[in-house]
Each structure stands twice: as structure tokens, then as C-alpha cells.
């Protein structure tokens, strides 16, 4: 019997072992996807205690206090004491094995704090005190933490109205860690909602200096802050979609569109899905003349619950698995930027489980020299960033296209302590190709190009893919 988040954690074999210790856990990070928010690591920000650390803003974790009983308030509330928000968290962890969350929990406290003890209510006070007393600590704050990890680039989510201050702010500051914006437009898209899509073009209009009252217009101030983006060390785009979108739509449709959502009115699905898609082209468009990487999430089905969503709004843990039809729209789309000879480096991040397949194949349609794996099968992406979902996706990539050229691990984290889901994946992969090897699968004799392979996934493909 192993002994549960020991040194050879979720790895099975002498190989496996042999690929973890001499290979992956020596690599630092490159974090390319990520949500923490900039203006913490600007201002170096300490956390008073692990409740902050962990709580805020970890819809996980909400989502499992709820199905646990735990009242609301101890999840987002404002005027509970965040010892005791740590307390109903610690009685949502004993039931949450066999979920990621007690993985990640355990490893978490252990390479951060040092804490190997099981948390639970009769260790919550305990671990609370210890861990809480080194968050205020130098070396625990957000700049340290990420250096306590060994990351080197960390690229946050940005929207295209904002100034990039805190960015700037770390690079004049020397620090070490790389913190690089990612442009996220999404809200360009978003003519679901004529009211917020107005307001939103109008704050777009004031950060761009562009008087927009059209199409066009609208054209030339996005183009404007993506040319900012680039200024700023931007080097990818990020694009959160329920599916793909690829109608044909002409420049007078596109037009006539924008002045009826713009004026107020209400679109039909014909009509959202054509401006949808017409935006979407101009982006990717943008994307390939700055030689960024472009990254698309897509099949969420976000805030199912209205009564939720009214009181808090989006991210706050009702958002599922959707089910769309898009291997055609994926196609064309990926098709007509081909066609043109516009085609940047892609990253297709899909989260129903039963399009891993479609993916991968669909990636190697459009592979072209002199980029090894130009487009990329992403990372098993939010419910799939656990052990199940990234051994499915390391399997499907694995037989469909060529594991060796992958960019490997994100953390999608608004949280400091997230890392060490980079170290879930690389034992994960490491177990994966470990148990080939004793199998017989895979040659015993090529181990040491083994090795480099999975050095490579867990950093050297993507310090090249994205030119690091």
C-alpha cells in the first residue's frame, strides 16, 4: 500500500519515478493561462490569512461547500469572520476525496507550508494559525509565492479596455517572474445583452479615443488596443466561447447589425451568430499579423442558476458542462483563416470530454511547418483538470497527434497557491508514460529520449511555441 501525497505521489511504477524526480520536477513553470490579478502582483500583496489565500474567489471550492450543506455566507459572504469560513472548509474536505480538491488541497499546504497533516475540523484551528502566520511573512507574499514555485512567465486575462498599469509596474520593478497580459475580448462578442453590450463599446470608445458609432468604428478602436496589448509584451489572445462561430457575413450585414443591437434592439439567433462570427474572424485576423498565439475556451455553459447569478453576478461557481454541435463551425472557421493564409498558432481548449477526439483530429488538419504542433489539443481545461480528465486528454493527443510537441500545463487559477496543479499534471504524465514503459509499450532502451520528452511537455515546448 502507498502512503497517500508522499514523495512518489499518484506514481505507480519505478519508471514513473524515474521520470518524475530526474526529469519533470526539476523544469520550472511556465504559466501561459492564468486569472490572478495583476494589481496583487504589482502592489506584492500579503495575505492576512489562508482563509483569503483560498477562499476568495475559488468557485471550486464554493461549489463544494454548497453540495456539502454549507450556508451560503460562508462561501461569499462579507460579514463572516474568515476563521470560520475556514472551519465549514475544512469540513468539505474529508468529503471531497476522489474530487481534484483534496488532491490540490494536500499538495498545496504541503509545498507551500509544510503541512503534511490531513485537514479536517480537529486540524482546521491548527493549520489555520500555522499557515496564516507565514502568509504575512516576505517570502509568502504574492511575488513570493511565485517565486517559491520557480515560474518564470505568468500571463494573466485581460480585457481590452484595460490599462495594463500593473504589468508595466512589475517589469519596471525588475521582478523576475515575467507578468505578461493576455488579451480577452470577449465582451466585444457579447451582443446576447443589448444594454451591456452598449455600455461596454461605450467604455471602449473612451479608453481607445475612438467616437464609435458604427462598425467600422468599433473595427478600428479594438484594433487600436490590440495594438496596445502588443506594445505592453502581449503575445497571446484568449477567447472564452460556448462554440465556434462561422457564418458567412458580409461587411453590410455586419454593419446593419451592429446599428440595431447598438440602437437597443433585440437580435435573433441568425443575426448573433453572423455578427459573432464576423467579429471573431477580425480578431483571429489581428492575431495572425502580430504573430500572437490565440487560445480558445469553449463548451461552458455559465450561470445556469439566475436567481445566483442576480445576487453575484458571474464566476461564482454555476457554470457546467455545455453540449454544442461544433465540429462543423470548428472546421470552417479554422478553414477560412487557412484559405487566406492567416492562420496563427492555435490552442483549442474544449471542456465536454466526449470532443477529445473531434479535437485532436481536428488539430491535425491544419498542422504546418516550420511550427512543430502550430495547433494545439489545450490542456484538460476547468471540470477536466484532474487526474481522469488529463490522463483522457494526454490519450487522445497521445494516439491522434504527437504528445512530444505539446505546451503542456496551465493553472486557469485566480489563486496564488494553484501551482502545484502544474506538479498534478507532470506525476500524471509522468505515471501515463511510466506504466507504457513497463508494460512493454513504449522501449525501456529510449528512455533517455523519454525523459527529454517529458521535459519538454512540462516546459521547453512552451517556452519555443510562444517564444519566451
Known amino acids: 500500500m502507498k502512503n497517500f501525497n508522499d514523495e512518489n505521489f499518484l506514481l505507480q511504477t519505478n519508471t514513473a519515478e524515474k521520470l518524475y524526480h530526474e526529469h519533470a520536477r526539476q523544469m520550472p513553470i511556465i504559466d501561459y493561462h492564468c486569472h490572478l490579478d495583476p494589481s496583487y502582483i504589482a502592489r506584492d500583496h500579503s495575505f492576512d490569512n489562508i482563509a483569503r489565500a483560498w477562499l476568495e474567489g475559488d468557485h471550486y471550492k464554493w461549489r463544494a461547500m454548497r453540495a456539502n450543506g454549507v450556508e451560503e455566507r460562508f462561501c461569499t459572504g462579507k460579514d463572516v469572520p474568515d476563521r470560520e469560513k475556514f472551519r465549514k472548509w475544512a469540513e468539505t474536505v474529508p468529503y471531497t476525496m476522489r474530487n481534484p480538491l483534496y488532491h490540490w488541497t494536500h499538495l498545496e499546504l504541503k509545498t507551500a507550508f509544510g503541512v503534511t497533516r490531513l485537514l479536517n475540523p480537529a486540524s482546521a484551528d491548527e493549520i489555520y494559525d500555522h499557515c496564516s502566520s ?14 517559491r514555485y520557480r515560474v518564470e512567465v505568468a500571463c494573466t486575462t485581460d480585457d481590452p479596455v484595460d490599462s495594463l498599469e500593473h504589468h508595466a509596474r512589475c517589469k519596471e520593478e525588475g521582478f ?8 480577452r475580448p470577449d465582451k466585444v462578442m457579447a451582443v446576447d445583452r443589448p444594454d451591456r453590450f ?13 467616437n464609435i458609432s458604427n462598425y467600422d468604428d468599433l473595427l478600428l478602436a479594438i484594433r487600436s488596443r490590440h495594438d496596445y496589448f502588443a506594445s ?25 447589425i451592429f446599428n440595431k443591437v447598438y440602437g437597443g434592439a433585440s437580435l435573433d439567433r441568425d443575426e448573433t451568430r453572423r455578427f459573432k462570427s464576423a467579429i471573431l474572424l477580425e480578431l483571429a485576423t489581428m492575431n495572425w499579423e502580430k504573430g500572437w498565439t490565440q487560445q480558445f475556451h469553449y463548451g461552458a455553459l455559465r450561470d445556469n442558476n439566475s436567481r445566483m447569478f442576480r445576487l453575484l453576478g458571474p464566476d461564482a461557481g454555476y457554470d457546467s458542462i455545455g453540449e454544442f454541435p461544433t465540429a462543423r463551425s470548428l472546421s470552417r472557421f479554422l478553414d477560412s483563416l487557412d484559405e487566406r ?16 477526439e473531434m479535437v485532436a483530429t481536428m488539430a491535425g488538419n491544419f498542422q504546418e511547418a516550420p511550427a512543430p504542433g502550430k495547433i494545439q489539443f489545450g490542456a484538460g481545461w476547468w471540470f477536466l483538470d484532474q487526474r481522469d480528465g488529463i490522463e483522457k486528454q494526454l490519450n487522445a493527443l497521445s494516439l491522434l497527434g504527437l504528445l512530444g510537441r505539446f505546451v503542456g500545463m496551465l493553472t486557469d487559477s485566480r489563486s496564488f497557491l494553484s501551482y502545484p496543479r502544474h506538479e498534478y499534471f507532470r506525476r500524471t504524465l509522468c505515471n501515463l508514460i511510466g506504466n507504457d514503459v513497463e508494460q512493454g509499450l513504449l522501449p525501456a532502451s529510449e528512455l533517455p529520449f523519454i525523459g527529454k520528452i517529458v521535459e519538454d511537455v512540462c516546459y521547453n515546448n512552451a517556452k519555443h511555441y510562444f517564444n519566451f
Open 134 to 147: 507565514l502568509l504575512r511573512e516576505p517570502g509568502y507574499s504574492c511575488r513570493g509565492l511565485m517565486q
Open 176 to 183: 523576475t517572474v515575467k507578468i505578461l497580459p493576455t488579451w
Open 198 to 210: 452598449r455600455a461596454y463599446v461605450e467604455r471602449l470608445s473612451v479608453v481607445s479615443g475612438y
Open 232 to 256: 505592453r509584451g502581449c503575445r497571446l489572445s484568449d477567447h472564452g466561447l460556448e462554440e465556434f462561430y462561422a457564418e458567412k457575413t458580409t461587411s453590410r450585414d455586419a454593419r446593419d
Open 341 to 356: 493564409g492567416q492562420l496563427a498558432k492555435t490552442i483549442i481548449y474544449n471542456l465536454n470530454p466526449c470532443a477529445n
